[in-house]
């Protein structure tokens, strides 16, 4: 088991630190993405750290490794949710509104006023 919980700190390891890296292939650029389900196997895989692994060099070096990675992916996600203040304050008034509207339509459709009308 120990060597299990390792081997998937290894992986949570490059996945967070492969989006450091400024390449631009999409294999890179992919690991942006699932922040969310990192947290929760970085949570996991420092749960199971806890309850199976005694007290060795390599444990100590696993839960430093996860909880590094924890907080790193942590402050990335905390902005975007309930637990941070809001940087917007809400509108006080409703006597005047906007409305966008945004169209995919085929570049070569030349057919304009059925998408106005």
């Known amino acids: ?13 490059v996945a967070t630190l492969l989006p450091l890296a400024k390449h631009p292939h999409w294999s890179v650029r992919a ?17 199971l750290c806890i309850a199976f692994f005694k007290l060795s060099l390599l444990s100590v070096i696993t839960m430093f490794v996860l909880t590094a990675c924890l907080c790193f992916q942590l ?19 409703n006597t005047q509104t906007m409305s966008i509207l ?16």
């Open 1 to 13: 088991m120990t060597w299990i919980i390792a081997s998937l700190s290894v992986v949570i390891l």
């Open 31 to 47: 690991m942006e993405f699932p922040r969310l389900q990192l947290v929760t196997m970085t949570a996991v895989a420092l749960m």
């Open 75 to 93: 402050w990335w996600i905390l902005p975007y949710t309930p637990l941070w203040p809001v940087e917007v304050k809400h509108a006080t008034s």
């Open 102 to 117: 945004t169209a995919n339509v085929l570049q070569t459709n030349r057919q304009f006023s059925l998408l106005l009308s």
